[in-house]
Nanobody, 119 residues
Framework: QVQLVESGGGLVQAGGSLRLSCAAS????????MGWYRQPPGKQRELVAT???????NYADPVKGRFTISRDNTKNTVYLQGNSLKPEDTAVYYC?????????????WGQGTQVTVSS
């Protein structure tokens, strides 16, 4: 089992910055992908960014050039740095870990942290 605990959400003005952290406890394997997703008010959950243990990254188009995902494999922690925030970045942000181990697919989610960007 893996537990994910997010921190760093809050209220920020448009144009500001925010850094989210997600600490994973339990078994994290080198093949696991860690990432961030978000769910804006009244909308479906969507990808923000993912990162492999080898630091290969993938970003959703709306955040490219403004958000940076990073990962500390020694601490099983993933970070999301958001700059030049916009009101449309307002959402609940969720941490995710997924991967295969021993033929079993694993997919874990954090409880979510609210990010509100005021105009």
């Amino acid at each position: 089992q893996v537990q994910l605990v997010e921190s760093g959400g809050g209220l920020v003005q448009a144009g500001g910055s925010l850094r989210l952290s997600c600490a994973a406890s339990g078994s994290i394997f080198s093949g696991d992908v860690m990432g961030w997703y978000r769910q804006p008010p009244g909308k479906q959950r969507e990808l923000v960014a993912t990162i492999t243990s080898g630091s290969s990254t993938n970003y959703a188009d709306p955040v490219k050039g403004r958000f940076t995902i990073s990962r500390d494999n020694t601490k099983n922690t993933v970070y999301l740095q958001g700059n030049s925030l916009k009101p449309e970045d307002t959402a609940v942000y969720y941490c995710n870990v997924y991967g295969w181990n021993g033929g079993h697919y694993r997919d874990y989610w954090g409880q979510g942290t609210q990010v509100t960007v005021s105009s």
